[in-house]
């Protein structure tokens, strides 16, 4: 186990400094640029040429990524173009919010798509079964921007249940102890905050959650489907054993290593829908800081900065999937 642990964290590493160095290169090669941004039709060659000199974009491409690696390693991401701010603390106040918004949206996802996948397996072609298989064809299909417009619309528009955006109310008193408001409520006893706080992530939690959700539901039936038929199962029926341990030790475990892969890619892919999701509801989390970074100022640095921090998620994620399969399976172990 300590040797695929060593393994995978060589290879993350290796896979970190090559998407580095090619974020780097992709950045510096898009049309415009942060001297533009910053100097807008203001800029003339002249005060072009002293802000990318004191931005040191006139060195070679290789001596800047050298100084931006060697900045890296040392925990200094630069400061942002836009605000002026390290971008490590432009990060810090937006991270909080999708990570909370992301953790939400996937125990939405995990906690009904499993149950729903495998009772869609168990109880395979009767209604149960097609209802869920054409609500995941339908969640898969609709765009998150769309679907997110749809339910702001209905439910805080029309019937008003839930608050149309925010993280929460600005007539509640909320103490920032960590930024994930719903958990600093609870730390610090202000239960109408954190309640307040959990309110306004039902709606942009339900969001995220759709396609992941959908995604888990079918893989899971199908996995289940397959473990179903396999010689193992029909020998334990054979046997006599009871209906709950042959689901839960022989079917349900067994059909879980594809489900557990499938996890992991949709946390990844979180990231990328959370960037839609924060607009809509207006979240101010790291979507809304790349959505300004690209569209705003070109601020290489917090890019190049979150681009690195969605990759390492990505891996780590991979990481702890890889190693959940020994866990699931012993066979993993062995081999």
């Known amino acids: 186990m300590l040797r695929v642990i060593i393994r995978r964290l060589l290879q993350m590493a290796v896979t970190l400094i090559v998407l580095s160095a090619l974020i780097f290169i992709w950045l510096r090669n898009l049309p415009g640029g942060p001297v533009d941004a910053l100097l ?50 432009v990060i810090a106040r937006a991270f909080p919010a999708t990570i909370e918004l992301s953790v939400a949206a996937l125990i939405i996802a995990v906690a009904l798509g499993i149950p729903l ?40 528009q029309n019937i008003h249940w839930f608050p149309p955006s925010g993280r929460i109310s600005t007539g509640v008193d909320n103490t920032d102890v960590t930024g994930f408001f719903v958990l600093d409520g609870l730390l610090t ?29 079918r893989i899971t039936r199908a996995s289940v489907l397959d473990v179903l038929n396999e010689d193992y199962v029909r020998t ?20 879980l290593l594809p489900v557990v892969t499938t996890i992991g890619l949709q946390t990844g892919a979180l990231l990328a829908g959370a960037v839609l999701t924060e607009r809509v509801y207006n979240w101010g989390g790291l979507g809304t800081l790349i959505n300004q970074s690209i ?4 601020d290489y640095p917090v890019l190049q900065a979150l681009i690195m921090l969605a990759a390492l998620v990505f891996v780590v994620v991979n990481l702890a999937v890889d190693l959940s399969y020994a866990i699931i399976d012993p066979r993993v172990r062995v081999r």
Do not use: C
């Not at 040429?49 to 040392?74: C, E, H, N």
């Not at 569209?295 to 070109?298: A, E, I, L, N, P």
């Open 40 to 89: 807008g039709e203001r800029a003339t060659p002249a005060t072009r040429a002293l802000l990318t000199k004191a931005l040191g974009y006139d060195q070679p491409i290789w001596v800047q990524y050298g100084k931006f690696m060697q900045r890296t390693l040392s925990g200094d991401f630069g400061n942002s173009i836009r605000t002026g701010d390290a971008v490590s603390a």
């Open 117 to 156: 996948g495998y009772l869609a397996a168990r109880y395979r072609g009767r209604l149960l079964d097609n209802l869920t298989v054409g609500a995941t064809l339908l969640g898969i299909s609709i765009p998150i921007f769309f679907l997110g417009y749809l339910l702001k619309d209905v439910f805080t």
């Open 189 to 217: 006893r202000e239960f109408d905050a954190s309640a307040d706080a959990l309110w306004h992530l039902v709606l942009p939690a339900i969001t995220l959650a759709t396609i992941p959700l959908a995604v888990i539901v």
């Open 236 to 255: 334990a029926e054979a046997k006599g054993l009871r209906q709950k341990t042959i689901r839960g030790r022989h079917v349900l475990r067994n059909a």
């Open 295 to 298: 569209t705003g100022s070109r």
